[in-house]
């Protein structure tokens, strides 16, 4: 079993840098299973020791992991000169000095784009949803400018799923992209499923069909699936479940 140091573990959960630590295990009541600590060097296993701080129990967390459910006019980024962010959106519990450097977005959205994000601190996660080699499924809400008709409906889905090209879009080159699902739910909205990331490619996928996105929203990210009861802007932590599903 692995173990930490204990002023690692209390600044990752926001009581603050190493020093304020070395100041809380000399003036306060800080036990690790019922034993007073004060080397801020103790080692401490998260999956098995208890830490309390003046009889209130620490709750320890390797990771955290949060969706949200992105309202338009946010960016996907931690500090931006012209919109409000994503992170501006979440509580001071957040913006401890640990998660201002370690809580990353699992795949970001457009300034534009509603639905599902993932902020988390497991980089491992990160890599498994992002990295091109795992192919992680992503699927949209989509409303479209111009109704399709029956003829042009099939033909899109069919294009999609053979594996549509894309037009070059500023300095992102056009490319032949993997096959993608369409669900239709009626001439202008739609359900559209990807397995890869380029830049705008819903919107680029359907102005290649002579159409033009007018509304997207993100549903879902592998088996994580946006939580409806969410409003826009709100967010909440993931549960345990949800977590070993990803």
Request: overall charge negative.
């Amino acid at each position: 079993m692995s173990t930490e140091r204990i002023d690692k573990i209390l600044s990752h959960l926001g009581y603050g840098s190493r020093k304020n630590i070395r100041r809380l295990l000399r003036d306060f009541n800080v036990t690790v299973n019922s034993e007073r600590i004060f080397d801020s060097g103790f080692q401490v296993n998260p999956d098995r020791d208890e830490i309390f701080i003046d009889d209130e129990k620490v709750e320890i967390r390797k990771n955290v992991y949060l969706m949200m459910n992105k309202p338009q006019n946010t960016v996907s980024a931690n500090k931006d000169g012209l919109h409000q962010t994503v992170f501006d959106l979440l509580e001071e519990k957040y913006h401890t000095p640990y998660l201002e450097d370690n809580l990353h977005l699992a795949g970001r959205l457009d300034v534009d784009t509603e639905g599902l994000l993932l902020f988390t601190t497991d980089g491992a996660l990160i890599h498994r949803i992002t990295s091109p080699k795992t192919h992680a499924p992503k699927s949209y809400f989509v409303r479209l400018e111009k109704e399709e008709t029956v003829e042009s409906m099939q033909k899109i889905s069919e294009d999609f799923k053979a594996g549509i090209e894309i037009p070059p879009e500023g300095n992102e080159s056009g490319a032949l992209l993997k096959p993608a699902e369409l669900e239709w739910k009626n001439e202008k909205e739609c359900i559209l499923t990807i397995s890869e990331g380029k830049f705008h490619q819903v919107k680029r996928m359907f102005q290649a069909e002579g159409n033009k996105v007018s509304y997207l929203k993100r549903l879902t990210i592998g088996s994580l699936k946006l939580d409806e009861t969410l409003d826009p802007g709100t967010y909440r932590e993931l549960t345990q479940e949800e977590v070993d599903a990803l």
